[in-house]
């Protein structure tokens, strides 16, 4: 007689994460993002309305950050390993940072792939952990450095954005008013709006099969 096929295997297999088929960024967005950019108007607008070129050029951004994020809110979801998540984070790193920009483009591109950096560095170093959790005290130390030190810099806003990642709010009060800004700002600014991200994507979750 042939033995009995275990239960436990069975259980194992049901209670394995379900892989998904998703899409977070390609080519072709990016190219119709670009494409809509350079269509848009940057000159026009009320007194108290942004140009619509620079509104699009935020929208960009957002768009970017959420299809980020939602790597990492599906890690945090156990349907991603911290590898798998490390993995697409790369492949959608290297469509957005390694894009050549055309001439027209790069005055306004340059300066968003400049802050974009520490969405990349915050990701990255959530999934690898071992970050300070304490906001205030990375903020002073961050104050401290010099602004020509952007390797330094870098370092510690990514760890700031790790814990925006990880549930914290941060960080509108800690930026200074736009005449003083500098390098360090530039990046409290973009994980504030990681922050305002995972907000959007606190019920996140995908079913199997569908993609972006």
């Given at each position: 007689?042939?033995?009995?096929?275990?239960?436990?295997?069975?259980?194992?297999?049901?209670?394995?994460?379900?892989?998904?088929?998703?899409?977070?960024?390609s080519?072709?967005?990016?190219?119709?993002?670009?494409?809509?950019?350079?269509?848009?108007?940057?000159?026009?607008?009320?007194?108290?309305?942004?140009?619509?070129?620079?509104?699009?050029?935020?929208?960009?951004?957002?768009?970017?950050?959420?299809?980020?994020?939602?790597?990492?809110?599906?890690?945090?979801?156990?349907?991603?390993?911290?590898?798998?998540?490390?993995n697409?984070?790369?492949?959608?790193?290297?469509?957005?940072?390694?894009?050549?920009?055309?001439?027209?483009m790069?005055?306004?591109?340059?300066?968003?792939?400049?802050?974009?950096?520490?969405?990349?560095?915050?990701?990255?170093?959530?999934?690898?952990?071992?970050?300070?959790?304490?906001?205030?005290?990375?903020?002073?130390?961050?104050?401290?450095?010099?602004?020509?030190?952007?390797e330094?810099?870098?370092?510690?806003?990514?760890?700031?954005?790790?814990?925006?990642?990880?549930?914290k709010?941060?960080?509108?009060?800690?930026?200074?008013?736009?005449?003083?800004?500098?390098?360090?700002?530039?990046?409290?600014?973009?994980?504030e709006?990681?922050?305002?991200a995972?907000?959007?994507?606190?019920n996140?979750?995908?079913?199997?099969?569908?993609?972006?």
């Amino acid at each position: 007689m042939a033995p009995r096929k275990k239960k436990e295997s069975a259980s194992a297999q049901e209670e394995a994460p379900m892989k998904l088929f998703y899409i977070f960024y390609s080519q072709e967005r990016w190219d119709n993002w670009i494409n809509s950019l350079r269509e848009a108007d940057f000159e026009g607008g009320d007194d108290d309305d942004m140009p619509e070129g620079y509104q699009l050029l935020n929208g960009f951004n957002q768009d970017i950050c959420i299809e980020v994020l939602k790597i990492i809110k599906l890690y945090q979801n156990n349907r991603f390993s911290k590898e798998e998540s490390m993995n697409k984070l790369i492949e959608v790193e290297e469509i957005i940072m390694e894009q050549e920009v055309g001439e027209d483009m790069i005055e306004l591109i340059a300066p968003m792939h400049f802050q974009l950096l520490v969405l990349f560095a915050s990701a990255k170093k959530y999934l690898e952990g071992g970050y300070d959790e304490d906001i205030k005290a990375l903020v002073k130390k961050g104050r401290s450095i010099d602004e020509e030190n952007t390797e330094e810099l870098l370092a510690i806003a990514a760890e700031i954005g790790a814990n925006v990642i990880n549930g914290k709010s941060c960080c509108g009060r800690y930026i200074k008013d736009s005449e003083d800004m500098g390098v360090f700002d530039e990046w409290l600014i973009q994980i504030e709006t990681m922050n305002e991200a995972m907000g959007t994507l606190k019920n996140f979750d995908e079913e199997a099969g569908e993609v972006s």
